[in-house]
């Protein structure tokens, strides 16, 4: 395992829960969220069926998530997110929404890329406003880096892809430069690309356009 990978792409903060997000997080957890064990996933026990699984990497409150599995019941959701908070929040959704093609682990996403997804088996990579960590030495901490980039390709299938979303320009463009230098992925556009129109605004989208910040978009598929 690269040494890069020791290295956390997130810090841990605080942040309220409801009564009722507490409820369903108690609740819910058992059926939905898949504890982190050093143990390869069988996708087909996981969630009953064959369909595509796609991974969602820091899925916030869990809107966006929660949208796209249920326009897509015909695909499997892997959604990974750090904060128990936002964990509590996307397991109320799935609970009002009846939504049953989600599952959730509540871990380091590297580490669960690393001991329990299997090579070649994800159809996508979802990864909408991660943390850019601005300053310079802590660069290293991003998601969007060689090492990481290369990781997630060797989980993805043939012709399966890699959507990462951003309102920060600098990160951006330091994460086409970082995908470019991933030999087994080719951009699917010459540049930025263009919004899917199947992706859901995001409440952070949403405030990052309304402080007038432009959002930057990436989709690489493996080749």
């Not at 009846?98 to 088996?121: F, G, H, W």
Request: aromatic share 12%.
């Amino acid at each position: 395992m690269s040494e890069n990978f020791t290295i956390k792409t997130f810090v841990r903060r605080n942040a309220r829960t409801s009564i009722h997000q507490k409820e369903c997080y108690e609740k819910l957890f058992p059926k939905y969220c898949i504890d982190l064990k050093e143990k390869i996933l069988d996708f087909p026990n996981v969630f009953g069926n064959s369909n595509d699984t796609i991974i969602e990497i820091g899925f916030g409150s869990g809107d966006a998530t929660a949208k796209i599995a249920l326009a897509n019941p015909e695909k499997n959701y892997l959604a990974i997110e750090v904060f128990q908070t936002g964990v509590a929040k996307l397991l109320s959704k799935i609970e009002v929404n009846s939504i049953e093609n989600v599952r959730i682990i509540e871990n380091d996403a590297i580490k669960v890329l690393t001991e329990m997804i299997p090579q070649n088996s994800i159809a996508g990579f979802h990864i909408f406003f991660p943390d850019p960590w601005q300053k310079k030495r802590h660069h290293k901490r991003r998601l969007m880096q060689e090492d990481k980039i290369s990781l997630l390709c060797e989980k993805l299938v043939t012709g399966g892809y890699i959507y990462f979303v951003t309102d920060w320009l600098e990160y951006a463009d330091y994460a086409l430069t970082e995908l470019q230098k991933v030999s087994g992925l080719k951009n699917c556009y010459k540049g930025f690309a263009e919004k899917q129109s199947w992706r859901p605004q995001t409440n952070f989208e949403k405030k990052a356009l309304i402080a007038g910040r432009q959002i930057f978009e990436i989709l690489a598929k493996k080749i």
